[in-house]
């Protein structure tokens, strides 16, 4: 078996090599044809000079400005928060339209998934009632309903903890214990009910509730949900007319069943939730009744994140997802590329492959209204690498963002999407959002992706009420490690057992599978629906 590489390049122009090993303090390696000597221990996932570098002189990794060196680094010197600091080009305008060959789709281009037809031609890769509030005074009865619909429509198979207590209560008692009701099916099996709680719909600006009407807006009109049941207080800033005014925005011919209650019209809490069970039982009773159907691959629309990002998601996780987005915008789905303040860097890269040049325009305008708000904050984009980043590797956010942009492959861009905006077309688009991967995922699901995408190196849960999240590891320690929230391990990639291309050909076997109901994430497993809303504005 050949020796595993210790050093990586990933472009032919850095100056920059990734350790893909621990490395020895004196230790020579041979690289490209000369010996470098190791300067001082370096953990694998962190990066070593190929050449002395100067006060000043730029850090190229990626094949872009990711750096500027603060103090002198030997050949073979570590790279690190002391002597590097955040650089990166200033872009004003496009340069140069990037040309694109389309990969092989013949293995594809014939392959379908099980999904739910819409009548608006949308393909959900779920089947979801959705209850959520306008206002967060109506969180406590989303939470009585979400126990009540639960228990009598899901009966959720008792956990592992459930049991074990039973089991401790059991044998404290001497061996009398009351049975639990029978868990071992479902009222309706083919539809879920899930519930969204949150902190807005009041007391901000009047345009965060806007913000969050289109959001709510977009989970209605996503092709995973069947219908919603939304509860209003009714003095709230996001009026029930704002909402309608959103979801009709987004689709004006739409004949998916909204039910909505205003508590301060209605009366009594029994008055309003009597209605909504009985009004709801019988909705969900007709949803239940779609059932899965071929569809081909170009209804999907995929959402591409990162979170907990390592040193390795930039050469394994990330390409993989590359090139599996590129492979879905040559079949015709949609594919999703967002978290603005990590696409810091690579910006003259993303508007040359935009197929329009107001596209272009608008990613940079949005790009700088985003940095300026930041630094008007008294923080900046520099700031964004978190501890755990820097701890493996991620030294700045412009090499952090050269690694996290490689998620959008080398596809054209057709389209750059606001936060809130209804994402309508085909292949590789951009999308506004923070880098936070709540927030994050939260959008892209309420811009109609279908399923989501997460690579992570750290490991986090993160999952979504609405879309499947699956979760894809840089490297094979993390998927051992927490074999719980891994859903794919790419950490064959760093060994050399496997190469991109075919971690894309699993990734997207994956994909039909988790699509088609066949394979539930490990996310769905652990029942784990985050949503955060962004919050622009400030409180009043």
């Known amino acids: 078996m050949e020796t595993q ?43 070593i000079a190929l050449l002395p570098l100067e006060i000043g002189d730029r850090i190229i990794m990626y094949g872009v400005l990711v750096g500027k ?50 009548e608006d031609g949308q393909v959900g890769t779920e089947n979801v009632w959705l209850f959520f509030p306008l206002v967060f005074c109506e969180n406590r009865n989303i939470e009585i309903l979400k126990d009540i619909f639960e228990k009598e429509l899901m009966k959720p198979k008792e956990n592992d903890y459930q049991l074990l207590l039973r089991s401790l209560v059991k044998s404290e008692s001497g061996g009398a214990s009351n049975e639990a009701a029978s868990n071992d ?29 289109k959001l709510l807006a977009g989970y209605v009109n ?49 008055t309003m939730l009597s209605s ?3 009004d709801t039982f019988e909705a969900i009773k007709k949803a239940n009744d779609i059932q899965r159907t071929p569809a081909p691959l170009s209804k999907l629309t995929i959402g591409l994140e990162c979170g907990g990002s390592d040193g390795f998601s930039g050469i394994s996780a990330n390409p ?92 054209p861009i057709t389209g750059v999407f606001d936060y809130g905006e209804y994402i309508t077309k085909p292949g590789l688009t951009l999308l506004c959002t923070p880098g936070n991967d709540v927030e994050c995922t939260t959008a892209m699901v309420g811009s109609g992706a279908n399923m989501v995408l997460f690579t992570t190196g750290l490991g986090t849960p993160t999952g979504n009420p609405i879309a499947p999240v699956v979760k894809i590891s840089s490297n094979s320690e993390l998927a051992r490690k927490m074999s719980d929230i891994i859903d794919i391990d790419t950490g064959g990639i760093i060994t050399g057992e496997k190469s991109i291309d075919e971690m894309a050909d699993e990734m997207l076997e994956f994909i039909i599978d988790v699509a088609s109901g066949t394979i539930k994430t490990k996310a769905a497993i652990l029942n784990q629906n985050d949503f955060i809303p962004w919050k622009r504005g400030v409180s009043l």
């Open 222 to 270: 996503n092709p995973n949900v069947a219908g919603a049941t939304v509860l209003s207080l009714g003095c709230q800033n996001l009026q029930i007319q704002i909402f309608k005014d959103a979801l009709d925005a987004i689709n004006p011919n739409s004949k998916k069943p909204v039910l909505i209650y205003d508590q301060q019209q209605i009366g009594t809490i029994e």
């Open 5 to 47: 590489k210790k050093l990586i390049k990933v472009n032919p122009t850095d100056n920059v090599a990734v350790a893909l090993v621990d490395l020895l303090a004196g230790e020579v390696i041979n690289f490209e044809g000369e010996a470098i000597t190791i300067e001082s221990d370096v953990k694998m996932k962190h990066k």
């Open 185 to 213: 099916s479902n009222l309706f099996n083919n539809i879920e009910v899930k519930f969204i709680t949150h902190q807005g719909g009041c007391g901000g600006i009047r345009q965060d509730s806007h913000s969050l009407a």
């Open 320 to 411: 993989t997802l590359g090139v599996t987005s590129d492979l879905l915008a040559a079949l015709g789905g949609t594919t999703i590329l967002s978290e603005f303040p990590e696409l810091c860097g690579v910006e003259q890269e993303l508007v040359n492959r935009c197929v329009e040049d107001e596209s272009g325009k608008r990613f940079l305008d949005l790009m700088q209204w985003y940095e300026k708000t930041v630094v008007d904050a008294g923080s900046g984009f520099d700031m964004n690498p978190s501890p755990g980043n820097i701890k493996d590797g991620l030294i700045t956010d412009a090499m952090k963002s050269a690694g996290a942009a490689k998620k959008g492959g080398t596809s």
């Open 69 to 118: 060196s603060s103090a002198r680094i030997e050949k073979g010197g570590l790279l690190s928060t002391v002597n590097v600091k955040h650089e990166s080009d200033k872009v004003t305008g496009k340069t140069e339209t990037i040309g694109w060959t389309k990969p092989n789709i013949d293995k594809w281009k014939d392959r379908t998934f099980l999904g739910y037809h819409r």
């Open 276 to 278: 909504v069970v009985k």
